[in-house]
Nanobody, 120 residues
Framework: QVQLVESGGGLVQFGGSLRLSCSAS????????MGWYRQAPGKQRELVAV???????TYTDSVKGRFTISRDNAKKTVYLQMDSLQPEDTAVYYC??????????????WGQGTQVTVSS
C-alpha cells in the first residue's frame, strides 16, 4: 500500500510564501514523476508543477517565476515552494506520484489535499 501525505498549507497574506511537502511511504520500488495539482472552488483541477526522476521540471504559466518544485529522492518527498502568493492561488493543493511498487507497475497515487488560502 502506498500513501502520500501532504503538509504545509495554511493562510497567508498577499505576497507571502508557503512551502508544501509531500512524502510517500509504503512498498515503493521507484517513484517516477511527482507533482502538484490544485483545485479552486467551482473550477477544474489543474496541473501546477511536475518534476521528473531526473529533476526536469514543468510549470503552468501562471506560477512560473513564483513557484519552485523540488524533490528529495532519498526521503521520497516532493516540495513546492510558493512565493509572491496571490489570491488566485487559493485552492486545495494535491500532490501525486507516478509510483512503481514491488508488486505493481507504474500507478498514479494522490495525497489527501492541503488547503492554501491567500488573503488580499
Amino acid at each position: 500500500q502506498v500513501q502520500l501525505v501532504e503538509s504545509g498549507g495554511g493562510l497567508v497574506q498577499f505576497g507571502g510564501s508557503l512551502r508544501l511537502s509531500c512524502s510517500a511511504s509504503g512498498s515503493i520500488f521507484r517513484i517516477n514523476a511527482m507533482g502538484w495539482y490544485r483545485q479552486a472552488p467551482g473550477k477544474q483541477r489543474e496541473l501546477v508543477a511536475v518534476i521528473g526522476l531526473a529533476g526536469n521540471t514543468t510549470y503552468t504559466d501562471s506560477v512560473k517565476g513564483r513557484f519552485t518544485i523540488s524533490r528529495d529522492n532519498a526521503k521520497k518527498t516532493v516540495y513546492l515552494q510558493m512565493d509572491s502568493l496571490q489570491p488566485e492561488d487559493t485552492a486545495v493543493y494535491y500532490c501525486y506520484g507516478a509510483i512503481e511498487t514491488i508488486t505493481s507497475t507504474r500507478t498514479q497515487y494522490w495525497g489527501q489535499g492541503t488547503q492554501v488560502t491567500v488573503s488580499s
